[in-house]
């Protein structure tokens, strides 16, 4: 038998060749599902926050709103509450990675005048505030601090409610 012949018939080693074709797919597969995941629980978590403070602004005294317009310190604590949960400073940690500054969120106060309202929405003269809540926060990969390329991508949320006070 010749030398060709003989080792083209040798399967010594096949195995091993079938594993190094195949592990790096499968492995494509695992870490792609674990991201998958984080971006889903990542984007549960800034929606969750987002309808948090929304909820929070709500039950703001309506004294916060002059105008139509929120003051700097119920604006601040509703950012806040989006950001950790709480409205004060003290030991709040952030929800989300990457979720480092209040002005990640936005706070928008629009007064509905579209209809006529009774209750507690008589005695403000500039119609129902209603308010809006968004955040625009940075995803924080699990693979992003290993040193391997990162997308770009970015967690918007959105929620709005209509004020009625404490």
């Not at 599902?33 to 987002?50: A, D, M, R, W, Y």
Request: proline share 7%.
């Amino acid at each position: 038998m010749s030398g060709a012949v003989r080792l083209a018939a040798d399967r010594a080693g096949s195995a091993a060749a079938e594993m190094a074709l195949a592990l790096p797919l499968l492995l494509v597969l695992l870490f792609g599902t674990f991201e998958l995941g984080n971006f889903f629980l990542s984007e549960h978590v800034v929606q969750k926050s987002v309808r948090d403070a929304a909820r929070y602004a709500a039950r703001l005294p309506m004294t916060d709103y002059p105008s139509c317009a929120p003051t700097t310190t119920a604006e601040a604590q509703i950012q806040r509450v989006a950001r950790t949960g709480r409205p004060d400073a003290g030991g709040a940690i952030q929800r989300l990675r990457g979720w480092s500054s209040d002005a990640m969120t936005s706070v928008l106060l629009t007064c509905d005048t579209s209809g006529t309202y009774t209750g507690i929405y008589t005695d403000f003269p500039g119609g129902v505030p209603v308010v809006t809540v968004s955040a625009s926060v940075p995803y924080p990969t699990l693979f992003g601090s290993m040193g391997l390329p990162t997308p770009s991508l970015t967690l918007n949320a959105k929620s709005q409610s209509a004020v009625f006070g404490a």
